[in-house]
């Protein structure tokens, strides 16, 4: 809902100028306070309390102040320990830290990137939500460091690619390391407090979340109580699943909101939540917003995105978030997340397994998406400047701790902490955060809260307790249908695109930087489902990467 940015101490002045970049991130306000040794900016997007005067950084005129990307939903009963009128939870964020230090941190329930700053202790604190929903990077140098809620913020004009986090963020949307995208921009790690001093030495304090609970549906209840009090126009996003029927059914109890979902059919797709959607819709008597699939100027899109993104999702999330900010929404309530922690996808059927098992799905994973994709990254290894591709053919294999060939029995992959910890978070709350800024809408995820994420049913799969516990609010037959999504999409989205796409090939393959090779099967008539994934995905990184180039 909001973007920071500082810098303090000696850093190279092509990054000082940047606070400027997070400006999209929030339209409401913008705000930088500074001095020849430090900078701080935050932009604003006003979910609790648009008539607020209060701005940030926050307090403009103290020695300390902090700076806050998100929401803490308990901030009223944090603010009853604390002996000021608070009317904000930017507020509670400041004055918490101030009067019980960095611990504090660990009490609050939402989802947060922030700041404090002390310029008379000169210490710097930063930190990052448990489940790593709000996004924040951050770069070093030997006498400063420098943050920002986009890693382009910290991008220097002489750094080159980090080759490990581009291939595996580019064939598999996850990374396993800190690395970003560029050599010395590293990703803060989520559930972390850094304490920088003076020296600029750096201390790492990992917090574990409180606020645990032991029922399901009393914890839900609790949670959606509290997330769907804003005092902004909000709405569901009813894909018509399980997970985000659940939500809006019992949601509803607390605050009558419409729902918006996005009709896929109107792709020429032969399977569609959008008739689960309105019978959804119909049984809670609920305004249904029908969002229809438009094709918009891709050059232009992929060029406004902080990072890529060629998961069909990330459009799916355009399409809908875009259309909910015309009519003035600017919460979105999404059932992200049910997926990773309540075991929703196949492969997690193997989490518990044995080493073989969880090799053996991994082996399939790997073919599916990522094998396809690698073909590409070594046939650009040939040119000259074709250094994403210039790295150990076993990256991948090591990433992932599994053998190619023959059994590992040290193997230990639980594919669902992978996806709760790395998939989840670079690729669905990733682009979720992204295209919600943009279109200055913000997206929540009632299922990553602690009171949820941290109950027994992580041990499950097949979203077994959910189902149990949607047979009170949910039909049926949308609790029993099988698995669909916004995946697979790919080949409609090139259709959809498809008098743009040759003229994006074009400028690929005119580069020096890539060849166009793979791009022979955009000529087919016929794709397989692998196919389009790797034409679409690599269509989306290398037109984003040769524009970065180009800057």
């Not at 964020?93 to 611990?103: K, M, V, W, Y």
């Not at 149990?468 to 037959?477: F, I, S």
Request: proline share 4%; charged share 20%; glycine share 8%.
């Amino acid at each position: 809902m909001c973007g920071i940015f500082g810098w303090w101490g000696q850093v190279p002045e092509e990054i000082k100028n940047r606070g400027s970049q997070i400006q999209y991130r929030g339209k409401d306000d913008f705000q930088t306070l500074s001095n020849p040794n430090w900078s701080f900016s935050h932009a604003a997007l006003k979910i609790q309390s648009q008539q607020s005067p209060i701005t940030q950084p926050f307090p403009s005129g103290s020695a300390q102040f902090s700076g806050f990307n998100g929401e803490i939903f308990n901030w009223k009963q944090r603010a009853q320990q604390l002996s000021h009128s608070i009317s904000t939870d930017i507020e509670v964020a400041h004055l918490d830290i101030e009067a019980n230090g960095f611990q504090s941190i660990g009490f609050w329930s939402g989802f947060f990137a922030g700041f404090h700053f002390c310029s008379e202790k000169e210490q710097l604190i930063l930190y990052r939500d448990f489940k790593g929903i709000k996004p924040l990077f951050y770069r070093q140098f030997s006498h400063g460091i420098a943050f920002s809620s986009t890693a382009k913020s910290l991008h220097l004009s002489s750094d080159r690619w980090n080759e490990n986090s581009v291939v595996s963020l580019a064939t598999c949307q996850f990374n396993l390391s800190q690395d970003w995208l560029w050599e010395g921009i590293k990703e803060f790690p989520k559930g972390t407090i850094a304490i920088v001093k003076k020296d600029f030495s750096v201390t790492w304090i990992p917090f574990q979340e409180e606020l645990k609970s032991t029922n399901l549906e009393s914890s839900l209840k609790e949670v959606l109580e509290e997330q769907v009090q804003s005092s902004v126009p909000s709405a569901w996003l009813l894909s018509g699943g399980l997970d985000s029927s659940l939500i809006a059914s019992m949601g509803n109890e607390y605050r009558k909101m419409p729902a918006y979902s996005l009709n896929t059919g109107k792709l020429g797709r032969l399977e569609t939540d959008f008739p689960f959607a309105i019978q959804m819709a119909n049984q809670l008597n609920m305004e249904l917003i029908e969002v229809q699939p438009f094709e918009l100027d891709l050059m232009k899109w992929i060029q406004s995105l902080s990072h890529p993104f060629g998961d069909p999702g990330a459009l799916a999330m355009h399409w809908v978030s875009s259309k909910a900010a015309q009519d003035g929404v600017r919460v979105l309530m999404s059932g992200m997340g049910a997926d990773e922690y309540f075991g929703g996808y196949r492969r997690h059927e193997f989490s518990d397994g044995n080493g073989f098992a969880k090799w053996k799905i991994m082996t399939t994973m790997k073919n599916m998406f990522p094998k396809e994709t690698r073909e590409r990254l070594h046939l650009l290894s040939q040119k000259p400047l074709g250094w994403w591709l210039k790295v150990d053919p076993s990256f991948l294999q090591r990433e992932f701790q599994f053998a190619e060939k023959g059994f590992d029995s040290g193997l230990e992959i639980d594919m669902k902490k992978m996806d709760q910890n790395f998939y989840l978070v670079h690729n669905g709350l990733f682009y979720s955060d992204e295209i919600g800024m943009q279109n200055q809408v913000e997206i929540r995820v009632p299922y990553l809260d602690p009171r949820i994420t941290g109950l027994k049913p992580n041990s499950f799969y097949n979203k077994i307790e959910l189902r149990v516990l949607a047979r009170k609010y949910v039909p049926m037959d949308i609790i029993e249908r099988e698995k669909t999504g916004f995946g697979c999409m790919e080949e409609q989205l090139i259709l959809l695109h498809q008098n743009q796409i040759p003229e994006i090939i074009a400028q690929i393959e005119q580069s020096d930087l890539f060849g166009g090779e793979c791009y022979q099967l955009f000529l087919k008539k016929k794709r397989t489902e692998v196919e389009s994934r790797r034409l679409w995905n690599l269509l989306i990184w290398e037109f984003w990467m040769i524009q970065k180039i180009k800057d």
